[in-house]
């Protein structure tokens, strides 16, 4: 038995808690809005006592790094996200430094592990080579581990990877979203010791929901929706635990980053990662980009 724990624990290493419902309510699935303070310490703890020790975080998110600093998140591996870096800006490693320290402030830590580029175009501006100094110098001074940026699409990478030498990289991916496979990304970032970090695993909730749930607009990629759930039922799974099984089925990724609403939900999604075996998936990849970048939704 304590064999089995010890592996348990092993293997939940390979998740990592996304927060951002803690500061803003997210997800096209998520209806109890913003988590409480109470319940996201709750959370912490349950994420702590199953092995999941990195947190993944960004300025951008609301108040989530507030909340975890005052709820207390010391003992995890931080990664946090700058947000796009104002056009005017005189001095871009002071603005860095500056914005590094608030969200050391809010998180009430003195380092992190990782700090990301959430616009890493702008590293292809004429400004690029200015930003990734402050970035750098920042791991220099020891305020952060590793450097690196969250990225959208395979196009992404093929521009930036051949200029700037990265620590870590996150990108989307799940049954739907697989082009960083299909592009070899995934190959090539192991080769480059690059760690991978992969979100959206349940493409925002979307493959989670009933197949009468899903919302009408997604209604054009039905065919999509009824292989999944025929699958789900014929091998008589959930719908999280075959999410999850997919991207852990990827010995690339390092980290796959999950969101939760609730301990609820959280618990689901451990007991899940816990269950998973190897799987014959349903092809259900696509291609386009209003499908499987969730940022282009609203315009559906």
Partial sequence: MATRHFFDLLFMNRLALGTVQFGLPYGIANHAGQ???????????????NGIDTLD??????????????????????????????????????????QLAKSFSRLSVERVYGLMLH???????????RIFSALSDMKAEGKVQKIGISVYSPADLDTLIAKFNFDIVQIPFNLVDRRMHHAGWLRKLKELGIEVHARSAFL???LLMSESSIPSKFSIWTGIWQRWHAWL????????????????????????????D???????IIAAAKRTASYDFPDLSSDEENFVNPAKWSAL
């Fill in 233 to 260: 039922n014929q091998h008589d799974v959930t719908a999280v635990q075959a999410c999850l099984a997919f991207s852990l089925s990827f010995p690339e990724i390092d980290r796959v980053v999950i969101g939760a």
């Fill in 57 to 98: 975080t960004a300025i951008a998110y609301g108040d989530s790094e507030r909340c975890l600093g005052e709820i207390g998140c010391g003992s995890f591996k931080l990664i946090t996200k700058l947000p796009g870096i104002p056009d005017a800006c005189a001095d871009i490693g002071n603005w860095v430094g500056d």
């Fill in 262 to 268: 609730s301990t609820v939900q959280l618990t689901e």
């Fill in 119 to 129: 616009r890493p175009e702008q590293l292809l501006t004429h400004d690029g080579a």
């Fill in 35 to 49: 988590v409480g303070r109470e319940e996201a310490s709750a959370m912490l703890r349950l994420a702590e006592e």
């Fill in 204 to 206: 925002q909730g979307l």
